[in-house]
């Protein structure tokens, strides 16, 4: 090989060396209060070790011996998995056309920045429930590679459903037909979809005209033909007949909870049996009525974080005179508290809770566990819902709790969230893949708090 190849293969390898994330140190976090996830009663003088991005140790703080490596002092704080939302609909992907339709754009840094605001909020993984796919495989594999401050990226792309149906937004695979369908999810499964979201929604209530409808046979066609394919499934369901239908058809999760009305004590029992998981997304409706009534939910640090100046601005005049004309507002405020009781029955009868927001923002997850601790859900409950059920609705055993094995997300906290959901806001450090996370470089569209 001549001198210049080598100097060039050199410098090819140096670059490549050079994309690719820094090996994770051996962090050692003494004497703290674990709450693991599990839904196991927190356990004082406990020691984490993390090595090469995964938890390698988790023993009595007595019982630990010399370990060498970064050592934190968790003497009067609390260590939780990492938070997971898991239904989001990340922005920067789609824009809404002087019509009101919503069409394929790409916007990376509003999309960056709303990522940093799950991290900084303690959020390490999340689910894109439905997007223009070129916009969320492209973040998706940016993240995997390590180029950007990210949760972990899960994604469907484009939603599969009956045209004019429910998530009929540019990206979508439009089904009408079996075996017609077939080239259709081929294309899709193409990309690598994380699970594939159907809906199964004709509307019809609240404040909503009634749509088209995806078959029922049609729908488990094709939940068979991802899943011959490794491929899990959710659905958009809003009522209990949908929920059931999309059950017996064969999902794997069902992507909300039933907010079109109480649901039946048999339904809570289904899914006590059945333990399919159902994302709780009672934020995306309350959210209306919030900044009607409520805009100085704004104030709070978490979303002075997520936001910028300009946009909370909006968001307290523009946008809240807006919803506060609209009777989707309203009607939503009314049946909110109806999906948190159906939401309680379910738990109370053994199915599987998962905190997912149907918004775009960190601070949201936060607000939803709020909600659920207002339904009468323990908060040590709830923190299980926003972690190992993350994991069991996306069917990774290596996630959602702190054990070791497990890949490395956490979040050290200042205050106990089993007294209080309210304590998971005071963030002391964020962790991901076994690296404390860098609040100086997250690109947030807001201000943050000075270094937590």
Not at 198 to 205: A, D, I, K, V, Y
Not at 408 to 421: E, G, Q, S
């Amino acid at each position: 090989m001549t001198v210049f190849k080598k100097t060039l293969a050199a410098a090819i390898m140096g670059a490549a060396m050079a994309a690719l994330p820094a090996a994770a140190e051996t962090i050692v976090i003494d004497n703290v209060t674990l709450i693991d996830g599990t839904g196991a009663k927190p356990r004082q003088g406990m020691t984490v070790v993390v090595e090469d991005g995964r938890f390698s140790q988790v023993v009595p703080s007595k019982a630990a011996g010399e370990i060498k490596g970064t050592r934190i002092d968790g003497t009067g704080k609390f260590l939780i998995p990492g938070l997971m939302d898991m239904h989001i609909h990340l922005k920067g992907g789609l824009k809404v056309s002087k019509e009101g339709l919503r069409e394929a754009a790409i916007d990376r840094k509003t999309g960056e920045q709303a990522l940093a605001s799950y991290i900084y909020s303690g959020v390490t993984a999340i689910y894109d429930a439905g997007n223009n796919p070129d916009f969320i495989y492209s973040l998706r594999a940016d993240e995997r590679a390590g180029k950007i401050q990210s949760p972990r990226i899960f994604a469907t792309g484009g939603v599969v459903t009956y045209p004019g149906s429910h998530g009929t937004a540019e990206g979508y695979a439009p089904i009408d037909s079996w075996p017609e369908a077939k080239p259709i999810l081929d294309k899709h499964i193409a990309l690598k979809p994380d699970i594939v979201k159907f809906t199964l929604e004709e509307r019809g209530w609240g404040a909503r005209p009634t749509i088209p409808l995806l078959p029922v046979d049609l729908l488990q066609k094709a939940i068979e033909y991802y899943n011959d394919r490794g491929i899990r499934t959710t659905v958009h369901t809003s009522g209990e007949t949908r929920a059931r239908e999309a059950i017996f058809a064969g999902i794997d999760t069902l992507a909300h909870p039933v907010i079109q009305g109480p649901i039946t004590r048999e339904f809570a029992n289904l899914m006590g049996a059945r333990k399919i998981p159902m994302t709780t997304t009672l934020t995306i409706g309350e959210n209306y009525s919030r900044l009607a009534e409520h805009p100085e939910y704004l104030d709070q640090p978490l979303y002075r974080a997520a936001l910028s100046e300009a946009e909370i601005k909006q968001l307290k005049t523009e946008q809240r005179a807006k919803w506060q004309q609209e009777r989707w507002t309203w009607w939503m405020k009314l049946m909110t508290p109806v999906a948190q009781d159906n939401l309680r029955q379910i738990h109370e009868a053994g199915g599987v809770l998962v905190v997912g927001t149907d918004q775009t923002i960190g601070p949201a997850v936060h607000r939803e566990m709020e909600l659920l601790a207002d339904a009468g859900i323990p908060p040590l409950d709830i923190i299980t819902m926003a972690t190992r059920n993350g994991a069991i609705f996306l069917g990774r055993d290596d996630l959602g709790t702190i054990a070791p094995g497990k890949l490395a997300d956490a979040v050290l906290l200042n205050a106990d969230p089993t007294v209080d959901i309210n304590n998971a806001k005071n963030i002391y450090l964020v962790m991901k893949d076994g690296r404390i996370v860098d609040e100086s470089k997250l690109p947030l569209a807001g201000k943050a708090e000075k270094r937590r």
